[in-house]
């Protein structure tokens, strides 16, 4: 026997509080492998960025067991064949996973369990992304929909236990006649730092630099502010209660930290709510949440100038050229984005769920629907389409010296700071002295406000009864 547990990590790429890992270090000696599905790969096929960076984790992964005297084996293939194959060549007679919530992981995790039990294999799974996962937090056994709420009885709960790395693994020399070794990255695709270590070591510089002022400054988004541990809670590189214990206990050494702790921690929160959304309603993968059938437009010129940063719209423009150059986009642009391209522009919220789906390096169903579905007024929001964002009086409220927007839209960088966001007002032979390449808005802003309240407000009608 070569391994007595084999470990499959899927989005856990790390060691360190790892519960769906443990559950194989109780079974005895540990083997840990990655299958490189291609159905899978195939899917995600136009997002390099995003798969780099999983490959990165993996690499980071395979270093940290190399530590642990293993190595991480890597098998291309369908899992439901491949683990069962493994289970046998290495006489493991336990298999563990991370339990995983959308739709189509956990189709693919039933058909492993299948193929593996008919082997005589045990398969365990245990929480390993999530500080609290679907189904700990309801309202008298009903799924919340309504954020504020979950978020209080969320509070309520403890955070489970630090769960240990296993202490006995399998040797390199015994697995080296399985596996392949972790794929580079496409060349010429960059991504930062990744795995379990830079991602502990950004929460240590969170927590020691940022979380204080975090209330004040996560909206600023040309400050450098936020934690920026979505890509790495997103491949399991950290756990999210590891991120809550340890912002807790930075809170028990300084109590000036309360708020920042309490801010920072809700934006942990979405997370676990909006994967518990998704797990109870699988439908919210292809439709909306409320039963309301917008009359989106088609306008693909429109969409295309959104998706190259050219709207004429600074602060949307900003946001989209850092998620075109970085894949990361600071939260609060991806709120105007989103707002633009379903409000103003009055464009079918999944245009952009999949656009971001494509770029982002933290793209994840559960999370790009839930947060798309917000901002487009036909997911879990308290408010549902009154809240149009003004890009104009959003920027000169969070990048009021147009930090942001210069950094990333060049072309403005001559514009005076008090019209920084209205580069339309200009008279037209400044604009050709000041901007002569930035294009003029797609559209009016105001007019594309009220294009909206009235759509919107047609297909609440129409949803109740009043419209017919």
Same mark, same amino acid.
């Given at each position: 026997?070569?391994?007595?547990?084999?470990?499959?990590?899927?989005?856990?790429?790390?060691?360190?509080?790892?519960?769906?890992?443990?559950?194989?270090?109780?079974?005895?000696?540990?083997?840990?492998?990655?299958?490189?599905?291609?159905?899978?790969?195939?899917?995600? *096929?136009?997002?390099?960025?995003?798969?780099?960076?999983?490959?990165?984790?993996?690499?980071?992964?395979?270093? +940290?067991?190399?530590?642990?005297?293993?190595?991480?084996?890597?098998?291309?293939?369908?899992?439901?064949?491949?683990?069962?194959?493994?289970?046998?060549?290495?006489?493991?007679?336990?298999?563990?996973?991370?339990?995983?919530?959308?739709?189509?992981?956990?189709?693919?995790?039933?058909?492993?369990?299948?193929?593996?039990?008919?082997? +005589?294999?045990?398969?365990?799974?245990?929480?390993?992304?999530?500080?609290?996962?679907?189904? *700990?937090?309801?309202?008298?056994?009903?799924?919340?929909?309504?954020?504020? *709420?979950?978020?209080?009885?969320?509070?309520?709960?403890?955070?489970?236990?630090?769960?240990?790395?296993?202490?006995?693994?399998?040797?390199?020399?015994?697995?080296?006649?399985?596996?392949?070794?972790?794929?580079?990255?496409?060349?010429?695709?960059?991504?930062?730092? *990744?795995?379990?270590?830079?991602?502990?070591?950004?929460?240590?510089?969170?927590?020691?630099?940022?979380?204080?002022?975090?209330?004040?400054?996560?909206?600023?988004?040309?400050?450098?502010?936020?934690?920026?541990?979505?890509?790495?809670?997103?491949?399991?590189?950290?756990?999210?209660?590891?991120?809550?214990?340890?912002?807790?206990?930075?809170?028990?050494?300084?109590?000036?930290?309360?708020?920042?702790?309490? !801010?920072?921690?809700?934006?942990?929160?979405?997370?676990?709510?909006?994967?518990?959304?998704?797990?109870?309603?699988?439908?919210?993968?292809?439709?909306?949440?409320?039963?309301?059938?917008?009359?989106?437009?088609?306008?693909?010129?429109?969409?295309?100038?959104?998706?190259?940063?050219?709207?004429?719209?600074?602060? !949307?423009?900003?946001?989209?050229?850092?998620?075109?150059?970085?894949?990361?986009?600071?939260?609060?642009?991806?709120?105007?984005?989103?707002?633009?391209?379903?409000?103003?522009?009055?464009?079918?919220?999944?245009?952009?769920?999949?656009?971001?789906?494509?770029?982002?390096?933290?793209?994840?169903?559960?999370?790009?629907?839930?947060?798309?579905?917000?901002?487009? +007024?036909?997911?879990?929001?308290?408010?549902?389409?009154?809240?149009?964002?003004?890009?104009?009086?959003?920027?000169?409220?969070?990048?009021?010296?147009?930090?942001?927007?210069?950094?990333?839209?060049?072309?403005?960088?001559?514009?005076?700071?008090?019209?920084?966001?209205?580069?339309?007002?200009?008279?037209?032979?400044?604009?050709?002295?000041?901007?002569?390449?930035?294009?003029?808005?797609?559209?009016?802003?105001?007019?594309?406000?009220?294009?909206?309240? =009235? =759509?919107?407000?047609?297909?609440?009608?129409?949803?109740?009864?009043?419209?017919?």
């Amino acid at each position: 026997m070569i391994a007595a547990a084999l470990h499959w990590f899927t989005s856990d790429l790390r060691l360190h509080d790892n519960a769906a890992l443990a559950e194989a270090g109780r079974a005895g000696r540990v083997a840990g492998v990655f299958v490189l599905d291609p159905a899978l790969l195939a899917r995600h *096929a136009r997002a390099t960025r995003r798969i780099a960076f999983m490959y990165a984790c993996l690499r980071a992964l395979d270093s +940290g067991l190399d530590a642990l005297g293993s190595r991480l084996l890597v098998v291309e293939g369908d899992p439901a064949t491949e683990l069962p194959r493994l289970a046998v060549a290495l006489g493991a007679h336990v298999v563990s996973h991370a339990r995983n919530h959308e739709p189509a992981a956990r189709a693919r995790e039933a058909r492993v369990t299948r193929a593996l039990e008919r082997e +005589g294999v045990t398969v365990r799974a245990a929480e390993a992304a999530l500080v609290q996962p679907p189904g *700990a937090v309801t309202s008298e056994g009903r799924t919340y929909r309504v954020y504020g *709420a979950y978020a209080r009885a969320w509070e309520t709960l403890e955070v489970p236990p630090v769960a240990q790395v296993p202490r006995d693994w399998a040797s390199p020399r015994a697995l080296a006649w399985i596996g392949r070794a972790v794929p580079g990255a496409p060349a010429g695709t960059e991504v930062p730092p *990744a795995g379990e270590d830079a991602a502990r070591n950004r929460l240590d510089a969170f927590l020691r630099d940022g979380i204080g002022r975090y209330p004040e400054t996560r909206d600023l988004p040309g400050l450098d502010a936020t934690s920026r541990l979505a890509p790495h809670l997103r491949w399991g590189a950290i756990s999210g209660a590891e991120g809550v214990r340890r912002a807790r206990a930075a809170l028990s050494r300084d109590p000036t930290l309360r708020e920042g702790v309490r !801010v920072w921690t809700r934006e942990l929160v979405w997370r676990d709510f909006f994967a518990q959304l998704l797990a109870a309603h699988p439908r919210l993968a292809r439709e909306p949440m409320r039963p309301l059938r917008v009359r989106w437009r088609h306008d693909d010129r429109a969409f295309r100038r959104w998706q190259e940063g050219r709207t004429g719209v600074p602060l !949307v423009d900003a946001g989209m050229r850092e998620l075109r150059a970085t894949g990361f986009m600071h939260n609060r642009p991806r709120m105007i984005v989103g707002s633009y391209l379903t409000k103003h522009l009055l464009l079918d919220w999944r245009l952009g769920e999949a656009h971001f789906m494509t770029e982002l390096l933290d793209g994840q169903l559960s999370q790009n629907n839930g947060n798309w579905q917000w901002v487009a +007024g036909t997911g879990a929001d308290a408010q549902p389409f009154h809240r149009i964002f003004s890009p104009v009086r959003q920027g000169e409220r969070f990048d009021p010296d147009g930090t942001y927007v210069k950094r990333w839209v060049p072309e403005l960088a001559k514009v005076p700071a008090k019209l920084i966001h209205l580069p339309w007002t200009l008279p037209a032979m400044e604009r050709r002295s000041l901007c002569p390449d930035y294009p003029p808005p797609v559209v009016d802003l105001d007019e594309g406000r009220a294009r909206a309240l =009235a =759509a919107f407000g047609e297909a609440r009608a129409r949803a109740t009864g009043k419209g017919r």
